[in-house]
């Protein structure tokens, strides 16, 4: 079922969480809404599930206008942060809960229950533990459960909160391969909400960059990354170092002063050499060396006293021999340039 | 004190399996503590209640026995019963509704609120029973319309109930409170969302969710229910038979040099307290048990 968010504004006292934010999800599609806390992410997504009521505009499901409806009503499967499960079922009860509430006529039968627990369990691969209680899992199973008992009620939208945010770096990284496999599987429409842009970019058809209540960006992980359209977009996405630069005539050029453009270069965009070659460069300071890792990552000073971050391969790094406090050239291999609005 | 301030200083600079030692006081500061405290115990607490028991079965068991079992003590026993029936229920009620206002929702006057819950503990229970027979009483606002209508609350049951009820009301909402506000709203929107009616999230999410915490609030509010003398005192009237609880009648009984039969009525009660406090200890370890869960939940 595809949704439209339609001028969507939601205030929390003085704060507007939500400003006057749009979006349109396709149906099927698997979308993340990135952004730091406090950008109007999770009540964007609580909006969309009904836990939240937007003061102007409207949300619409597959064309009808679900604005006023609850959340009860709304047929929303919603993945809690901390996941939610009910602490005095087991397993087995908070993933047959939903289908134990519906009202006589639309219940489905003992067994039927019972069938399509069993199912869900399998899914999520945790068929021994429906007599366990939330207390008696670890966080990635938690999680799981969370997942399987929002599935259980067949919801036309699948929405999630921060779904691996409260789980160690390893658990994460599975746990997100398998959203995804999952999503491939039963390509229910999912959004996932989540302030860490590997997950976003990994995991999701399309990410939404949230910033104060607004949307910065919304395109393909690709596109956002390679082409993005603000320089909070970009800086959101990865590490970067910031100049003052200017470019005239297709000519780049590096300043110590403000010059009205903002050039952003990501660290493994930024090349190190020991001679000039002519194009755009600027001297730097080698100040730290970290070659611990896929990548040597390289603290530096610039000619004016400003930090510089660059990543290169292990064997660039060997074939160049680097040691601390010597000086270098930084060669940009790529730039992104946007007004500096302090100047202009 | 010299012996425990080296204790102390070799505690701090020992190894880590002696680190402990760091906090603890040595044998005779711990033995005149523990000391003080049982001796304490025992001559505020276990000496009158075995004074009560004794004092009770002091002339036999067949005189405790009339004691317990003459009419007016039966229906002292009965009225307790009733006002005591009657109140906690409500209470239950009202302590849930609030608890659930104050826990779950912002809303203007939520500290007042708050703070009137906790009026009956601070007000005097004499003054509370007063307040019922201003309203009530025949010179009372409403005195002359209830009389004019032949309805009788101030020396009459209904008074009883009322004045037990207002000394009681804070136990369960004072015990959900806290319980409710450190819950968080999480589960009952995953209820909603799972397409549960308010109805059905109550009693299936939000009521297991404070169970052992409503349990432990009812046994206080009954105990006190039961216990209460003041307040209850000022609004009966003392009529024999008719509008005596327990305590009441003890006193009369008392003043009236029944000394056996004073505290065969006595010793009920005090039954009836250490069975309180027996239930409430299997209450709290029930409930720490779950809490422990809970915790390993967080972990």
Known sequence: ????????????????????????????????????????????????????????????????DITDRTARDRRVGFVFQHYALFRHMTVFENIAFGLRVRPRKLRPSKSQIRDKVQELLKLIQLQTLANRYPSQLSGGQRQRVALARALAVEPSVLLLDEPFGALDAKVRLELRRWLRQLHDEVHITSVFVTHDQDEALEVADRVAVMNEGKIEQVGAPDEVYHHPASP?????????????????????????????????????????????????????????????GPLVKIEALSEWGAPVHVEMSQEKFHDLELVRNETVFVIPKEVKMFQNKAVS | MAG??????????????????????SPAVRWILTGVALLFLGVFIFMPLAVVFVEALRKGLSVYWDGLTQPDALSAIKLTLIAAGIAVPLNV???????????????WGKSLLITLIDLPFSVSPVVSGLIYVLLFGLQGVFGPWLAEHDLQIIFAVPGIVLATIFVTFPFVARELIPLIQAQGQEEEEAALSLGASGWQTFWRVSLPNIKWGLIYGVILCNARAMGEFGAVSVVSGHIRGRT???????EILYNEYSFAAAFAVASL???????????????????????????????
């Open chain 2, 93 to 107: 009620i009202f302590g849930v509704a609030a608890a659930w206002a104050i826990g779950k929702f912002e809303f």
């Open chain 2, 269 to 299: 009660l005090a039954f009836l307290a250490l069975a309180t406090l027996v239930v409430k200890r299997m209450v709290e370890w029930r409930a720490s048990r779950q809490a422990t869960q809970a915790l390993g939940e967080l972990a």
């Open chain 2, 244 to 250: 005596n609880t327990m305590p009441l009648h003890i």
């Open chain 1, 1 to 64: 079922m595809s949704i439209q968010i339609k001028n969507v504004s939601k205030k929390f006292g003085q704060f507007a969480a939500l400003d006057n934010v749009s979006l349109e999800i396709p149906s099927g599609e698997l979308v993340a809404l990135l952004g730091p806390s406090g950008s109007g992410k999770t009540t964007l997504l609580r909006v969309i599930a009904g836990l939240e009521f937007p003061e102007a505009g409207s949300i619409l499901f597959e064309d009808e």
């Open chain 1, 232 to 292: 909070f977009v970009y800086n959101f996405l990865g590490n970067v170092n910031l100049f003052h630069g200017r470019s005239e005539d297709d000519k780049l050029s590096f300043h110590e002063q403000p010059t009205g453009e903002l050039l952003y270069a990501r660290p493994h965009l930024l090349e190190i050499r020991r001679q000039a070659n002519g194009g755009a460069h600027f001297r730097a300071t080698i100040k730290h060396i970290n070659s611990a």
């Open chain 2, 4 to 25: 425990a301030a080296t204790l102390t200083a070799r505690g701090v600079f020992s190894t880590r399996s002696e680190s402990t030692r760091a906090v603890t006081e």
